[in-house]
């Protein structure tokens, strides 16, 4: 399986793009399931990763949402999807080889919940750690993501804008913080368009597309699995801020590699 030219060329010049279906129902099912036992704590797992909301987020400083971090690292259920072989093939298509696994997390909107907004950043932002900013992500629809319950929306093109900001300067009440006038390049288009998925299916962006997603206003829950992703290049290039995304057993100047970053399945003609 593998993206076509247009595809790829879509992604570099706008910095996202729709992918093809990637899990069949029986995943979806199992991935469903395993959630919420995450939720409802029926298995064990970390605390500190665990059933994050918009209210510890804003606490911690961190962008809004309702989220579980790290879960590959946890939990052999998600860890299976390493070795999902059109997940492989297709991000080698998109990034350098080896393909590896930065961080991946689950986003779950509960049904009729406004609150459950992601508010427009850039995931390099949160990244800076390692580089080059390469990295990208794909994000995997467990539900039908829809403009009604709360699918991504994107900027396209904003990951060329010459335009950067801290981690520490974001407001984390206000999510629409990075879009203000002042902080966007002079006459940028800032035309949000929305990305509905179909469950089983994905979508790739770029770590410094300007992206996030409003509530659900809908009756059943969405939820979506995201894997980050580094090509065989990134490096750490400085200290850990962010003890749950800190580059385990990795030395400053080091490729990020190892077994808390495994490497995805390569296509067979690689």
């Known amino acids: 399986m593998h993206l076509t030219e247009d595809q790829i ?10 992918g093809p ?9 199992r991935l469903r399931g395993r959630i919420q036992d995450l939720l ?23 962008l809004p949402s309702v989220k579980v971090v790290n879960i590959f690292r946890h939990d052999e259920v998600f860890a299976g999807m390493i070795d999902n072989e059109a997940i492989g093939s297709l991000a080698h298509d998109l990034f350098e080889g080896p393909v590896r696994i930065w961080e991946d997390q689950m986003i779950y909107k509960p049904p009729f919940d406004a609150k459950a907004i992601l508010g427009w950043h850039r995931d390099y932002t949160y990244w800076d750690h390692v580089g080059p900013p390469d990295l990208g992500t794909c994000w995997i629809a467990l539900d039908d993501a829809t403009i009604d319950n709360g699918c991504m929306v994107v900027v396209p093109g904003s990951h060329k804008w010459d335009y950067a900001y801290r981690r520490e300067d974001v407001d984390a009440n206000d999510p629409n913080w990075p879009l203000q006038p002042q902080r ?3 006459g940028a288009d800032l035309t949000e368009i929305p990305c509905e998925v179909k469950a089983g299916h994905c979508h790739f962006h770029d770590c410094r597309l300007l ?11 969405r939820r979506s699995y995201i894997m980050h992703l580094m090509p065989g290049t990134t490096r750490r290039v400085s200290d850990n801020w962010n003890e749950r995304m800190a580059t385990v057993d990795v030395p400053v100047g080091a490729i990020v590699k ?6 995805l399945a390569a296509p067979s003609n690689v």
């Open 9 to 18: 060329t879509q992604y570099r010049e706008q910095g996202y793009v729709a």
């Open 21 to 29: 279906r990637v899990l069949d129902d029986a995943t979806i099912g």
């Open 40 to 62: 409802e704590r029926r298995i064990a797992f970390p605390d500190h990763l665990l059933g994050e909301t918009v209210e510890s987020s804003k606490a911690q400083g961190q």
């Open 184 to 186: 966007v390049p002079q």
């Open 211 to 221: 992206h996030g997603s409003y509530g659900n206003r809908t009756d059943n829950p």
């Open 258 to 263: 190892g077994p808390q970053y495994p490497e």
